[in-house]
């Protein structure tokens, strides 16, 4: 292997999430002796990954407002089903819409290239792998022969798997991870945690996260084939943004744009936005905003998914510009879109 300084920084986030070979790991280690730069970022991710996952058996910040997920959680209590859990119905809300999409593009749309470089029939096939990601983590594999959990190497295997196949046949695997995951989330206690994508997830976020990335390829076939974008309901959204505003202390910590000492106001606007008063980094909450970010809450859930540049976000700003651009900036650290 390669020991180039370049490749070993690309490999820092995966050493910190103890995702690399062992002989990865042996240069990485020796890399780390001598730049102490690096050794900083990974004791910076390392401290990340742990604090979102703690995240999900912390209360909020005292000055944070009670949020929907605060609200959703005091009240659960043993086994739910879609009818009365707002997280289970945002992820199964969106799985039905990408699903209804699907079977309206023509014939013609399925070769166009998407945002992200695959075609709207690769996409489908990346999203099946990525669904059942899910199911093989908390037990209810999909495709038991198919081991890998890294992302890009498993959409691989997929892409090879069905290139030549029947879409139904891929569809027909994304549906059956879809309802094992719904099964496993009416059974699990609400104090779940999964380990995927190499973070932690708690059962609730995990939905969101998933709601989240198929609404944003759901756009991506959208644009790809010449249809209207289509957000969200407001209730989706109100989750969406929920997640992602009170994960930006990890999210400018990994991004290297954390300001400990500093508190930001993110208010979003329109249906499912929200107010919230966050520390900026690892620190204490204060009572007094340093910046207020106000945008759109769809444009903002578009920068979080690297739809939209940080610097086309249309937004108004008061207090330091700086830390507002910060935000914006890190809001998507944790994309996987």
């Known amino acids: 292997m390669s020991t180039d300084d370049t490749m070993l920084d690309e490999l820092l986030g ?14 990485v280690e020796a890399y780390l002796e001598r730049s102490p730069g690096a050794a900083d970022e990974v004791a910076r991710l390392r401290k990340a990954a742990a604090w979102i996952g703690a995240t999900e058996a912390l209360a909020p910040p005292p000055a944070l407002h009670d949020t929907v997920l605060d609200a959703a959680r005091a009240r659960r209590g043993g086994r739910h089903d ?15 819409r990408l699903d209804a999409l699907l079977d309206e593009v023509p014939e013609s749309g399925w070769k166009v290239r998407t945002f992200n470089g695959l075609t709207a029939r690769e996409l489908v096939t990346h999203l099946a792998s990525m669904e059942s990601t899910v199911a093989s983590v908390i037990g209810s594999p999909t495709v038991p022969d198919v081991t890998e959990l890294d992302v890009e190497r498993r959409t691989a295997i997929f892409l090879a798997r069905f290139r030549d196949r029947p879409l139904p046949d891929v569809r027909a ?34 939905l969101v996260t998933r709601a989240f990335e198929t ?27 929920d997640l992602s505003v009170t994960s930006m202390p990890a999210a400018l910590e ?26 900026l980094g690892f620190g204490e909450v204060g009572d007094t ?14 920068v979080v998914s690297e739809r939209m540049a940080p610097e086309d976000l249309p937004r108004t700003v008061e207090g ?18």
């Open 254 to 279: 990994v991004a290297g744009r954390a300001h400990p000492d500093k508190t930001g106001r993110v208010v979003l606007t329109g249906g499912g936005g929200g107010d919230w008063l966050i520390p």
């Open 320 to 337: 330091d510009p700086a830390l507002a651009d910060d935000l914006a900036a890190a809001s998507s650290a944790f994309a996987t879109l």
């Open 14 to 27: 995966a050493y910190a999430l103890d995702a690399v070979e062992p002989d990865e790991a042996v240069a």
């Open 82 to 96: 879609a009818g009365d859990d707002p997280f289970l119905a945002v992820y199964l809300s969106e799985a039905a």
């Open 173 to 206: 695997v994304w549906r059956e991870s879809v309802e094992a995951i719904r099964a496993w989330f009416v059974a699990a206690p609400a104090d779940a945690a999964v380990p995927v994508f190499g973070l932690t997830l708690g059962r609730d976020s995990l």
């Open 289 to 302: 905003p340093d910046v207020v970010l106000t945008a759109d809450v769809v444009d903002w859930c578009r």
């Open 215 to 241: 609404w944003t390829h759901a756009d991506d076939i959208r644009r790809a084939v010449g249809r209207h974008l289509e957000p969200p309901s407001a209730p989706t959204l109100a989750r969406m943004a």
